[in-house]
């Protein structure tokens, strides 16, 4: 079954956003954007610096509102969200366990249920045996672990990331590809993915949006038809190195990854 037979989980119309600029007067980022995401749905936002990526997962977040359009989600309320960003924005004087607990902190759970819960997520995004180490002993690989072990562990609906992997070194990065990959078939959640990388896009996602240049518009909606389970060896198949240069022909190559080896 295809992400589309499935409920919406958020319904995007007409969305635009503009900010104001000293030099200009204004600022647009984004204009008449429109898309659904479905239940389960793994969907990747790919396009040039500026195209307005981030400012969008911040309004689907509620961290900004748009100034047109609107944001529908079902049911008709928002549903509870997790975000991952470009950093892991650790607190430092908390342990690994207890940068994930704080979620579940602050919304009084139980101390054992929450100590339980982190135990295993813990686990689940391999972390076992580093539960108080400090941040500042942690590579940037686990730190953003620990990010996302904290947006997973309140069981949000919708799971927002912002290039989380965006400031890691290049073998690092594509570990956390396999990573976030296992983590997304054992928990199958509805994520919305900001990405510059083509390959993370095609690696990661069921589904691609391709913005323009600002102000972000849609440009083009890509199916990403590679089966799951998803390996490494993948990348280099002729289908994967198609599907990107169909995506790098569209997008263009500004601030884009190579396909390729």
């Not at 989380?164 to 509805?190: H, N, V």
Request: hydrophobic share 45%; aromatic share 6%; glycine share 6%.
């Amino acid at each position: 079954m295809s992400a589309r037979d499935r409920l919406p989980v958020v319904e995007v119309h007409n969305l635009s956003a503009i900010f104001p600029d000293e030099q200009n007067g204004s600022l647009q980022a984004l204009k008449d954007l429109s898309f659904a995401v479905y239940q389960q749905e793994f969907l990747c936002i790919l396009g040039p610096s500026g195209s307005g990526k981030s400012t969008l997962l911040r309004i689907l977040a509620g961290l900004l509102p748009p100034t047109a359009g609107e944001v529908r989600f079902a049911q008709g309320h928002r549903p509870r969200i997790g975000m991952v960003f470009q950093q892991a924005t650790l607190m430092p004087w908390r342990t690994v366990s207890g940068n994930i607990l704080l979620p579940l902190e602050l919304m009084g759970i139980p101390r054992h249920q929450a100590e339980a819960q982190a135990r295993e997520l813990i686990e689940l995004v391999g972390l076992r045996g580093f539960e108080h180490a400090w941040p500042k002993d942690l590579s940037g690989g686990m730190a953003q672990r620990v990010a996302l072990a904290r947006a997973l562990i309140h069981d949000p609906d919708l799971l927002l990331l912002d290039e989380p992997f965006a400031s890691l070194d290049a073998l690092t990065r594509e570990r956390m590809w396999d990573e976030l990959s296992r983590i997304w078939q054992a928990r199958q959640k509805t994520v919305i993915m900001v990405t510059h990388s083509i390959s993370e896009a095609l690696f990661l996602a069921d589904r691609i949006l391709i913005l323009t240049p600002r102000p972000g518009r849609l440009r083009m909606t890509l199916e990403v038809d590679l089966p799951r389970p998803r390996n490494n060896e993948m990348r280099y198949s002729v289908h994967f190195l198609n599907l990107a240069r169909r995506v790098k022909a569209v997008i263009g190559t500004e601030n884009s990854d190579s396909p390729g080896p």
